[in-house]
C-alpha cells in the first residue's frame, strides 16, 4: 500500500524551529517533492520544493528560515522550519512524485496534512 504520511508539526511559539518529515512507502523511489501549505481561509501554496537530483526552491516568505532535505534511503523528505512566525500557522502537506513496483509512476501524491501553529 503507498503511503505518503507527514509528522512533526505541533504548537510552538514564535521564533521557535519545527522539523517536519514527510515519508513515503510501498514505493520504489520519491522523485521531486514539495511542501505545501494551507492556512485557513487561504489558497494551497508552495513553501518549499527538491527535485530528485537534490536541487531546491523556497517561496520568498520562507527563504533564509526553512530549509528542504531528502533522504533518498529512507524514502523521506523533511522541511527544518526555523524563526517561526505566527503568520506560518497552516496545515502543512506533502506532495510528491512516487515510483511504484505495480502501478509506475504516481504523480501530484498528496499526504494528510500536519498542524503547525505558530503562538505564544
Known amino acids: 500500500q503507498v503511503q505518503l504520511v507527514e509528522s512533526g508539526g505541533g504548537l510552538v511559539q514564535p521564533g521557535g524551529s519545527l522539523r517536519l518529515s514527510c515519508a513515503a512507502s510501498?514505493?520504489?523511489?520519491?522523485?521531486?517533492v514539495g511542501w505545501y501549505r494551507q492556512a485557513p481561509g487561504k489558497q494551497r501554496e508552495l513553501v518549499a520544493a527538491?527535485?530528485?537530483?537534490?536541487?531546491?526552491n523556497y517561496a520568498d516568505s520562507v527563504k533564509g528560515r526553512f530549509t528542504i532535505s531528502r533522504d533518498n534511503a529512507k524514502n523521506t523528505v523533511y522541511l527544518q522550519m526555523n524563526s517561526l512566525k505566527p503568520e506560518d500557522t497552516a496545515v502543512y502537506y506533502c506532495?510528491?512524485?512516487?515510483?511504484?513496483?505495480?502501478?509506475?509512476?504516481?504523480?501530484?501524491?498528496w499526504g494528510q496534512g500536519t498542524q503547525v501553529t505558530v503562538s505564544s
Open positions: 510501498g514505493i520504489l523511489s520519491i522523485a521531486a
Open positions: 527538491v527535485t530528485s537530483g537534490g536541487s531546491t
Open positions: 506532495n510528491a512524485d512516487l515510483l511504484t513496483l505495480n502501478m509506475g509512476w504516481l504523480y501530484d501524491y
